[in-house]
């Protein structure tokens, strides 16, 4: 409390002016006994007060109604916008705060009460579980949780390549017979002759961009938020090529491509789909296939580099952007002269993974004034959503650093001191997480009508101390 009185401005019947400190803890320990939703406005006003909040009493319990369930659906859009349109951004994140951690004792206290009503507080569980699940997920993120959704982000860029790789083999068994079905008349393969080392040129051009983007990922400070980006818009592309590569299936492009469906079983598709999983598609790998036309995966790949060390290196960078763009065209030239893809399949490949990273780029740049609550992202963007939610909001700041530990870092693992400082945080946490049960037990006791004991505890503790 700020003051020995919290006085609210205003008042009247329904609000008195001026609440002490112990009326106001009695009164939200009333509050207390009965679930959040039950709350009238006053046990709002109550909970406000007590948060250090009364000086938005008059706003929301006068001015709005706001009872105990208009409290729990209140989200950082209705904060930030009419009619509330709370002008202290400092204010408005604390009382955010203070509503997701209501929600989460709100939720802990259903569970407690079970015991009493198993039906109704199931129900109960039932409805708080996916709000607090989003709140989880659109809290801030803690260096561990980073961790865990660069770890999912990879999964899925993993299973999305190896998806495409069993695709691929499938396409390969339905591919048309070139004697029967000859190449389609194609603009620029019909005017460019055909390099047979083209295709192994773009593979290098490849292979470089992928070091410059591995070099960059390792000595950039915010190395984690790249990589979940990367993983999550290359594996986006590459399941929407699985659905188009399975939708038709084009003649072969060039009449030097030996290309005959070979029919086996599943055991052996699977182990060929491992073989292009492990050999990243390339030829250089000995990894060739066939009917995987539209769109082209060499052309996605070498663009997604480009954009990617493009975007995340200093503007002033311009030798290295001028190379990427170069390596870039000229891979999709020689892809062209190899003649392994239609034009087609190069210009919706282009075109595709350079829109799809700059859509995802703008969304995450204008992240703030999307609201995390708003539904719509959660349903039309769930990657998005997941990935950006509580994270690294707007354009990613191009900082380096070493990334090694430094010299006194590793003599603290050597001696013990580093094990030591984790342990101390383990048991503040575990203290926290003991308070917080305390005040469950305490919360259920008030519902079977054993405040008084309570109290008593607490006040025997109080003079202990």
């Not at 539904?375 to 769930?382: A, D, E, K, Y």
């Not at 380096?400 to 342990?423: D, F, H, I, K, M």
Request: aromatic residues 14%; charged residues 20%.
């Amino acid at each position: 409390m700020r003051s020995a009185q919290a006085c609210i401005s205003g008042g009247n019947d329904r609000f008195p002016r001026c609440w002490s400190v112990r009326a106001v803890r009695v009164g939200l320990n009333g509050a207390s006994a009965t679930c959040a939703q039950k709350w009238t406005s006053d046990d709002v006003a109550t909970w406000l007060v007590e948060q250090d909040f009364d000086d938005l009493v008059d706003l929301l319990c006068r001015q709005h109604k706001i009872d105990g369930r208009a409290l729990l659906e209140l989200n950082e859009q209705d904060l930030r916008l009419p009619p509330l349109q709370m002008p202290v951004l400092g204010e408005m994140k604390r009382l955010w705060i203070a509503l997701l951690r209501l929600r989460k004792e709100n939720a802990a206290a259903a569970v407690v009460s079970e015991h009493q009503f198993p039906v109704r507080a199931f129900s109960h569980f039932e409805e708080f579980s996916a709000d607090l699940l989003i709140a989880e997920i659109e809290s801030t993120d803690t260096r561990n949780k980073s961790i865990l959704k660069t770890i999912i982000a990879g999964l899925y860029f993993a299973v999305a390549i190896l998806i495409t790789s069993l695709v691929m083999v499938i396409v390969h068994d339905r591919v048309p017979d070139s004697k029967t079905f000859p190449p389609l008349p194609d603009i620029f393969l019909d005017n460019i002759p055909f390099i047979p080392w083209a295709f192994d040129v773009c593979e290098i051009l490849a292979c470089f961009l992928g070091l410059v983007w591995t070099l960059v990922v390792v000595f950039h400070k915010h190395r984690l938020v790249l990589l979940r980006r990367f993983f999550s818009l290359v594996g986006t592309v590459f399941m929407l090529r699985c659905i188009t590569i399975m939708i038709t299936s084009l003649s072969v492009p060039g009449v030097h491509l030996d290309c005959q469906a070979r029919y086996s079983d599943w055991s052996t598709k699977l182990y060929r789909a491992c073989q292009i999983w492990y050999g990243l598609g390339m030829s250089l790998f000995n990894v060739r296939s066939c009917g995987d036309y539209m769109f082209s995966g060499h052309t996605t790949v070498v663009t997604m580099f480009n954009h990617f060390i493009t975007e995340y290196t200093p503007d002033s960078w311009n030798y290295l952007h001028t190379t990427s763009w170069v390596c870039n065209l000229f891979a999709i030239f020689f892809i062209l002269a190899a003649h392994e893809h239609y034009s087609l399949d190069v210009f919706v490949a282009f075109y595709i993974s350079s829109r799809l990273f700059l859509y995802y780029h703008s969304l995450a740049y204008h992240a703030q004034a999307i609201s995390s609550a708003d539904s719509r992202t959660r349903i039309w963007f769930p990657l998005f959503w997941f990935f950006e939610s509580g994270g690294q909001v707007g354009r990613v700041p191009n900082e380096y650093e070493w990334p090694l530990p430094s010299v006194s870092t590793l003599c603290s693992y050597v001696n013990g001191q580093a094990l030591v400082r984790s342990c101390k945080e383990e048991l503040t946490k575990l203290r926290s997480v003991y308070r917080i049960h305390f005040h469950r037990i305490q919360h259920f006791f008030l519902d079977r009508g054993g405040g008084q004991r309570i109290s008593t505890i607490q006040e025997d503790r109080s003079k202990n101390e």
